[in-house]
């Protein structure tokens, strides 16, 4: 009797115990409380990546989760008994050892034999001199015995200091601000992940990633803004990383003036979604167009902003146009401009949502196969997507739909009928399918 009583309060427990994990909201409870640690979905490619002989290069924004990532793939690899190692160069010591000869990595690591494989993971691998040369020298010599996984915060040192003696030896990944997924995945709201962008969500769920929505469109992914749960302190975090990008910025790529470098990002961030015209920017901020232009591939780098490039049946009339310019992240573009106020309450409410189906539509295909197509009468379509079996979709956005009307647009429509045409509101934004 006792038996059937123990197995019974047992199945109860198990009951209880998965509809706290379904639910964890409702009982207040946090899963990385109970030991469940949360991982960016780009995590598990780079894992997977772990068995191939190629170095692993995440490339990212600061503090977009790149360390922790490396932690939590040291921390995997050390469970599964694989020997490791980690170091971050803003340790000068490390550095300046590696640095002085690639060699003496070997004086920090464990010296592998022909039967063993070493994980070297290197933080920040931009700082060191010739980052290039030192991968190379250990991907040639110790090929079958190291493999290396290093990040990168700046990609003008990946384009500078990374020469093409890597070619065909490492495979870069991007680690973006959070999406919308994953904020929802690391607030516990698995749930709900899966409806994002389905149009199949039950009513309960749609109000719930709504809420979610909303705040994400105005403080964005990063990660330790995500996790705060004061607005006021999302405010003070975002704008901690934006000063500290802008002088870090100008310090690593030795900008002259890292105050008008600010200044530069702010004016664009006012300009979210309009054309680039370099010489509006000169007369606006008093520089040149070559310094323009300098501060403006910094920015591109160092993953704050992003080009999209006009569509044309013509390749070489595209090349000429002006691109239009989007933020990486929401909450830094916000910051920029000061205002924090929620979407309904915006005058720039258009360019904010157009923002984010931009970054959406980012994270799931490549930034060449997405486009804007404008003629000289103004008549604009917002994004032409190419997807990888080479179909084509023209989206408009509009903050409220009764801004769209198909006869608009006959410009498009007649010079591109098997490229069908779709309104995004911001009813639709989450709803609508990928």
């Not at 694989?82 to 000068?92: A, G, N, Q, R």
């Not at 493999?147 to 040192?157: D, M, N, P, Q």
């Not at 680039?276 to 920017?281: E, G, K, R, T």
């Amino acid at each position: 009797m006792e038996s059937v009583i123990l197995e019974f309060d047992y199945y109860i427990y198990l009951y209880i115990w998965s509809f706290v994990l379904l639910y964890p909201n409702i009982f207040g409870v946090c899963l990385k409380d109970k030991g469940v640690i949360v991982k960016r979905f780009l995590y598990k490619d780079i894992r997977e990546h772990l068995s191939a002989k190629q170095i692993s290069l995440i490339i990212g924004a600061r503090q977009v989760g790149k360390t922790t990532l490396l932690k939590q793939l040291e921390s995997e690899l050390n469970e599964g008994n694989k020997i490791v190692h980690y170091f971050s160069l803003e340790d000068k010591e490390i550095l300046d050892l590696l640095d002085k000869n690639a060699k003496n990595l070997l004086q920090l690591i464990y010296k592998p034999n022909k039967t063993e494989r070493v994980y070297v993971l290197i933080d920040e691998i931009q700082y060191l001199k010739d980052p290039s040369n030192f991968l190379k020298y250990h991907y040639d010599t110790y090929l079958d015995q190291i493999k290396f996984i290093v990040t990168g915060s700046s990609s003008f040192y990946i384009d500078k200091k990374f020469k093409d003696s890597l070619a065909g030896r490492k495979r870069i990944f991007e680690l973006p601000t959070l999406s919308l997924k994953e904020v929802l995945h690391f607030k516990g709201e698995d749930k709900l992940v899966s409806f994002l962008n389905s149009n199949t969500a039950p009513l309960l769920y749609t109000n719930k990633i709504k809420e979610y929505f909303y705040e994400y469109l105005i403080y964005g992914g990063y990660p330790e803004v995500v996790l705060n749960d004061s607005k006021n302190e999302k405010k003070l975090i975002l704008k901690e990383i934006r000063d500290s990008y802008a002088k870090k910025d100008a310090v690593e790529s030795k900008l002259l003036h890292h105050n008008l470098y600010l200044h530069l990002m702010k004016l664009l961030a006012g300009r979210t979604g309009n054309l680039l015209n370099i010489n509006s920017l000169t007369a606006d901020i008093q520089l040149d167009n070559k310094t323009i232009d300098h501060y403006l591939w910094v920015m591109r780098k160092s993953f704050h902003i992003h080009y999209l490039v006009p569509f044309y049946k013509n390749i070489s009339s595209e090349l000429r146009k002006m691109p239009k310019i989007f933020f990486a992240d929401l909450g830094m573009r916000n910051s920029l401009i000061n205002n924090f106020s929620s979407i309904g309450l915006r005058e720039d409410r258009g360019a904010v949502l157009e923002n984010y189906i931009f970054i959406l539509f980012k994270n799931k295909y490549n930034l060449e196969n997405i486009r804007y197509w404008r003629v000289q009468t103004k008549n604009e379509i917002d994004f032409i997507i190419k997807t990888d079996s080479n179909e084509q979709f023209a989206y408009e956005v509009k903050f409220n739909r009764k801004g769209f009307s198909m006869a608009k647009y006959k410009n498009f429509t007649n010079n591109y009928p098997d490229i069908p045409l779709n309104c995004i509101d911001l009813d639709s934004a989450i709803s609508f399918q990928i």
